[in-house]
């Protein structure tokens, strides 16, 4: 057999690297070892929105702070999303630091299968003082007043028969809470969505620091922005602490689902 000259080792070197470039690539990425396959993904997307979407409701309340009342409902089953913003008032296009006569609200879209609209109200009159007048707790002021926005004549029905029945608890004071048609919910900025949740930033980091435009719409965002402000049910709040507790024992950083 002939022998290999110097040129010939530098003409197969030059043709074989190539190869095993592939090879290593393939192999390290086609089927890597379980040991080097964990990483915390850039981002973690919501699956895309299935037909179902279109049989969603849409629910708003102002009850005080919108960091808070967000949190209230996020993490019920049946809300598929929650976002803060003003309404209320009639200031066009109000902003944090310019309501106008706006008040701060939460908007809620909801599975009608899975929660009904009276099973929100419980929730509305359980979760603030709806006889302080223009105000919750330390925070006073006419954007933080109590308002059942309704988006028809039933929703108007279902309101003033719970108010009628959160007065009958106590007539010593007056329910101060206002029913009116929703006109424009305008969206706060993005630093006021998910507020609690941005308050922990291994919350973040677990679901894949999502991007703002899809933290807002995001399902799992809006019940751990509840989880973060304790404010779920007992048994999920206890059920979402065993996942990432079983998620940081087993090294695997990405809450996928809830």
Not at 32 to 46: L, Q, V, Y
Request: charged share 25%; hydrophobic share 35%; proline share 7%.
């Amino acid at each position: 057999m002939p022998s290999l000259t110097a040129d010939h080792h530098h003409d197969l070197r030059h043709h074989i690297t190539p190869l095993l470039l592939l090879s290593l690539f393939l192999l390290l990425f086609l089927f890597p070892h379980p040991t080097h396959s964990i990483r915390i993904p850039d981002r973690i997307s919501d699956p895309q929105p299935s037909s179902e979407s279109r049989s969603l409701r849409t629910a708003v309340f102002a009850l005080g702070s919108f960091w808070r009342s967000e949190a209230a409902f996020g993490c019920l089953d049946g809300v598929v999303r929650t976002a803060v913003g003003y309404a209320g008032g009639l200031k066009g296009n109000p902003e944090y630091r310019s309501l106008g006569d706006h008040a701060e609200c939460v908007q809620i879209d909801y599975d009608p299968r899975v929660i009904s609209y009276r099973q929100l109200l419980e929730v509305f009159w359980s979760s603030h003082d709806s006889r302080q007048v223009f105000g919750q707790g330390p925070d006073v002021g006419s954007q933080y007043r109590s308002i059942i926005f309704s988006n028809g004549t039933e929703e108007s029905r279902l309101a003033a028969i719970s108010k009628e029945r959160e007065q009958t608890k106590l007539k010593s004071s007056i329910v101060t809470t206002q029913i009116q048609p929703l006109e424009t919910f305008y969206p706060a900025e993005p630093e006021h969505q998910k507020f609690e949740l941005k308050r922990h930033p291994f919350l973040l980091q677990l679901i894949g620091n999502l991007p703002e435009e899809e933290l807002e719409v995001s399902t799992l965002a809006s019940k751990l922005n509840s989880f973060a402000a304790e404010l779920c049910p007992l048994r999920i709040q206890r059920h979402i602490d065993g996942k990432i507790n079983d998620i940081v024992r087993k090294g695997w950083p990405v809450l996928r689902e809830i």
